[in-house]
Every structure is written in structure tokens, then in C-alpha cells.
């Protein structure tokens, strides 16, 4: 289960690195269009609470998948 988690939060990184950068990228290169940065903004957060989401999901069914191996008789 270690492993897993730790790849999930992988992916959680990975999917908020290119909108960061994206963001970073608008900014340094001066565009003065203010919707540009808006939207970079935009997508950046909607990254962040849909990778959140999808990482707490994963974790839960984790925990639940750990929790029902560890009740379950062996055979």
C-alpha cells in the first residue's frame, strides 16, 4: 500500500507541475493580458482540486482495501 500512495502523490505533483510552470511562464514572460493570467490561475486551481479529489479517493479506497485484507480470513 506504501507504494501506492506514494504514486499517487506522483501523480498529484505531476499534474500541478505543467500548470504551475504554465502560470510561472505567463508571468515572467510580461504578457500584460490579464485574462491569460486569469485563466492560468483558473486552470491551475481546477487542477488542484481535481487531482485533491481524485488523491483522497484513492487514498480511501486504499485504507478500505488495506482494512478488508486485514479482516479477512486467510486460507
Request: glycine share 10%.
Amino acid at each position: 500500500m506504501a507504494n501506492n500512495s506514494n504514486g499517487v502523490f506522483s501523480d498529484l505533483f505531476n499534474a500541478v507541475g505543467a500548470p504551475v510552470q504554465n502560470l510561472s511562464d505567463t508571468i515572467g514572460n510580461g504578457i500584460s493580458g490579464a485574462a491569460s493570467v486569469v485563466e492560468s490561475c483558473t486552470n491551475l486551481c481546477a487542477t488542484i482540486v481535481t487531482s485533491s479529489a481524485n488523491t483522497a479517493v484513492q487514498l480511501i479506497q486504499g485504507v478500505a482495501t488495506g482494512i478488508s485484507s486485514a479482516i479477512t480470513p486467510k486460507k
